[in-house]
Each structure stands twice: as structure tokens, then as C-alpha cells.
């Protein structure tokens, strides 16, 4: 498979997604904890269906010590008894922050509530702006067929 564009071959794509990347930074930087991170990243994508994002998260989190069992666990999450009730809940905000086509209502506030019980505000806003992010990412690489598999980790970084 071959992508339709090649964003860094582009000067456009390139100068936008300077800003992209650096978002992206900023968001590892946070306080919001690097396994959840990880974790939402990979359920948005899977929800999405963006295979490049599923392979950068999946060997981005296990090259950082995630289990192979939670990594398979992400998207069955709800019957899966290795998470926390932290990650429970940013996996929760980040389907519904997903999803919102498919509920009109956007992120519940029991959904809301019972993840500000488990993180801060600064958390929380990197974990609203990761969910975000991730849906814009995979928008780009799914609209342009980009083709996974490849991925190595650290190779963005």
C-alpha cells in the first residue's frame, strides 16, 4: 500500500506539521501519565481505524514497558480487569470524546465527573487536548491512506 501524499515531500504539509509535532511534544511533556497517554492514544486510533497510529502507539507503549497483555486488552477495556480506575476513566472520556457523532450529547458529565475524580486540571487538559490531537491525526493519515507496519519507535521524536 502506498499513501496518497507523502507529507514530507510537501512545504505546506511540512510548515503545518512543524506545529503538529510540536503539540505533540508539549502533550509528552505534561503531567498526564506517559502509559495513559499511550493507552488513549491507541483506543482513539483503534476506534478511528487509523492503522499507523495503532502501530506508532502499540510499539511506542511497549518499548516503554507496557504489557502485551494490556496493549490487546485496550479495546475490550470494559471487561479487561488490568487497567486502573484512572486509566478506566481516560479511556471512557477518550471514547466519548471520539464518538461524538454517535452521541449527539458529546462527553456525558458522569463521564466527566468520574475522570476529574482521578486527575487534575492540568491533566485533564492534556488529556482533553490528547484525545483532540489523536482525532486530527488520524484524520490526516486515514483520509491519505498512510500505510503502517513500518514504524519504529522514537522515529518522530
Same mark, same amino acid.
Given at each position: 500500500? @502506498?499513501?496518497?501524499?507523502?507529507?514530507? %515531500? /510537501?512545504?505546506? %504539509?511540512?510548515?503545518?506539521?512543524?506545529?503538529?509535532?510540536?503539540?505533540?511534544?508539549?502533550?509528552? *511533556? /505534561?503531567? $498526564?501519565? &506517559?502509559?495513559?497517554?499511550? $493507552?488513549?492514544?491507541?483506543?482513539? /486510533?483503534? !476506534?478511528?481505524?487509523?492503522?499507523?497510529? !495503532? *502501530?506508532?502507539?502499540?510499539?511506542?507503549?511497549?518499548? &516503554?514497558?507496557?504489557?502485551?497483555?494490556?496493549?490487546?486488552?485496550?479495546?475490550?477495556?470494559?471487561?479487561?480487569?488490568?487497567?486502573? @480506575?484512572?486509566?478506566?476513566?481516560?479511556? @471512557?472520556?477518550?471514547?466519548?470524546?471520539?464518538?461524538?457523532?454517535?452521541? &449527539?450529547?458529546?462527553?456525558? *458529565? %458522569?463521564?466527566?465527573?468520574?475522570?476529574?475524580?482521578?486527575?487534575?486540571?492540568?491533566?485533564?487538559?492534556? $488529556?482533553? =487536548?490528547?484525545?483532540?490531537?489523536?482525532?486530527?491525526?488520524?484524520?490526516?493519515? =486515514? =483520509?491519505?491512506?498512510?500505510?503502517?507496519?513500518?514504524?519504529?519507535?522514537?522515529?518522530?521524536?
Amino acid at each position: 500500500m @502506498e499513501a496518497r501524499l507523502n507529507y514530507f %515531500a /510537501s512545504p505546506t %504539509a511540512g510548515k503545518a506539521l512543524k506545529y503538529f509535532m510540536s503539540a505533540g511534544r508539549t502533550l509528552k *511533556d /505534561s503531567p $498526564l501519565p &506517559a502509559a495513559t497517554q499511550e $493507552l488513549v492514544s491507541l483506543r482513539v /486510533s483503534q !476506534i478511528n481505524g487509523c492503522a499507523a497510529c !495503532i *502501530d506508532m502507539h502499540t510499539k511506542e507503549a511497549a518499548a &516503554a514497558g507496557e504489557t502485551s497483555v494490556r496493549l490487546n486488552l485496550v479495546a475490550a477495556w470494559r471487561e479487561a480487569t488490568v487497567f486502573t @480506575e484512572a486509566e478506566r476513566a481516560a479511556l @471512557e472520556l477518550a471514547e466519548e470524546g471520539t464518538r461524538v457523532a454517535d452521541a &449527539a450529547t458529546g462527553v456525558s *458529565d %458522569a463521564v466527566w465527573e468520574n475522570v476529574a475524580k482521578h486527575y487534575d486540571e492540568e491533566q485533564l487538559t492534556a $488529556l482533553v =487536548i490528547l484525545v483532540s490531537f489523536m482525532n486530527s491525526v488520524n484524520r490526516l493519515n =486515514i =483520509i491519505t491512506q498512510q500505510p503502517a507496519g513500518d514504524y519504529e519507535p522514537g522515529q518522530f521524536h
